[in-house]
């Protein structure tokens, strides 16, 4: 995005909302047990218990072929989305499951292999 040039979308991006330091941020997902499949739609909380408050949800989760485990997309409240930070997938029919925050490119994250 220019900063000397006008764009689409300029305008919207100065609203206050689009600056608030808690916003909503994607990120990845590793679970910490590897063939756990974290349930999509699951809610993101620091803590287990009926009082923990929601923090994100995760969005998408898969099993990837090429980093031989499960990895998952969500989205988590900006101020606590640093990558290396542990929280939880609560869901209603299924236990607890530990996921660390990681950056959202989790394969070639500088394109090497899609420029060789």
């Known amino acids: ?5 006008d ?5 919207s991006l100065a ?3 689009h600056r608030r330091p808690d916003r909503p941020r994607l990120m990845g997902l590793l ?3 590897p063939r756990a499949m974290p349930e999509v739609g699951g809610v ?4 287990t218990g009926p009082a923990a408050p929601p923090l994100g949800h995760v969005t998408s989760a898969a099993r ?11 989205f988590v409240r900006g101020d606590l989305a640093r990558p ?5 997938v609560a869901a209603a029919d299924r236990p607890p499951l530990e996921v660390e925050l990681a950056p959202p490119c989790f394969f070639d994250p500088q394109g090497a292999r899609a420029r060789a």
């Open 31 to 33: 679970p910490v047990d």
């Open 84 to 88: 290396g930070r542990r929280l939880f």
């Open 7 to 11: 764009f689409l979308g300029r305008r």
């Open 44 to 47: 993101l909380v620091e803590r």
């Open 64 to 74: 990837s072929p090429a980093l031989h485990r499960t990895i998952a997309l969500g």
């Open 15 to 17: 609203l206050p909302e």
């Open 1 to 5: 995005l220019s900063k000397k040039k």
